[in-house]
């Protein structure tokens, strides 16, 4: 199974800050890897799919890069409404579709 | 607009099933895939398999296998996961997320529903 590492597991950063999560999986993905946010007691949202691509109203803010075994999401001036938890997920093997154990952004 | 409904909250007892269901509306339902995704209080995101609506196709994650069951009526565009022999470690939230395909993320997700095993 491909196992994903997120780091750092809680970042507290303040409104504007530019922030950087990293997702390194333990082979090549070449770029299956999708990009979630979850607020607390809600369903998660697809922010990016194949490393790096936006889904449709996703601010942009928000950018993926990477390929092989590491990418990162970079959200470019951090908002209030971006205060969240951010999951890496794996679909480049199907079984299982393994997330990353997610970062909380918390407010410094 | 697209959506998916899950059931609501159910408490099981210890060695229990239960049945939890997803009906989708605004798109082509046997044109994508399904996935459940559960998470524990406090925990990450937990992928526990896929099932395929047109074909009826699953794939279930390997630790589950055995426990699972994926089911679809098309009639009623709904999805069904069974999880049997329960215990405490499955008291947790169940998503239904949709994937256009195999390869792909999960684009539409399901509110989610509590299931709390308890004795």
């Known amino acids: 199974d491909v196992q994903l590492t997120q780091s750092p597991s809680t970042l507290s950063a303040s409104v504007g800050e530019r922030v950087t999560i990293t997702c390194r999986a333990s082979?090549?993905?070449?770029?299956?890897l999708a990009w979630y946010q979850q607020k607390p007691g809600k369903a998660p949202t697809l922010l990016i799919s194949e490393a790096s691509s936006l889904e449709s109203g996703v601010p942009s803010r928000f950018s993926g890069s990477g390929s092989g075994t590491e990418f990162t999401l970079t959200i470019s001036s951090l908002q209030p409404d971006d205060f969240a938890t951010y999951y890496c997920q794996q679909y480049n093997s199907y079984s299982p579709y393994n997330f990353g154990q997610g970062t909380k952004v918390e407010i410094k | 607009q697209v959506h998916l409904v899950q059931s609501g909250a159910v408490v099981k007892k210890p060695g229990a099933s239960v049945n939890v269901s997803c009906t989708a509306s605004?798109?082509?339902?046997?044109?994508?895939?399904m996935h459940w995704v559960r998470q524990a209080p406090g925990q990450g995101l937990e992928w526990m398999g896929m099932i395929n609506p047109g074909g009826g196709f699953t794939n279930v994650a390997q630790k589950l296998q055995g426990r699972v069951t994926m089911t679809r009526d098309t009639s009623t565009s709904t999805v069904y996961l069974e999880l049997s022999s329960l215990t405490s470690e499955d008291t947790a939230v169940y998503f239904c997320?949709?994937?256009?395909?195999?390869?792909?993320?999960?684009?539409?997700w399901g509110q989610g529903t509590l299931v709390t095993v308890s004795s």
């Open positions: 997320a949709r994937a256009v395909i195999m390869r792909s993320g999960f684009d539409i």
């Open positions: 082979q090549s993905i070449n770029r299956w």
């Open positions: 605004g798109y082509t339902f046997t044109s994508y895939y």
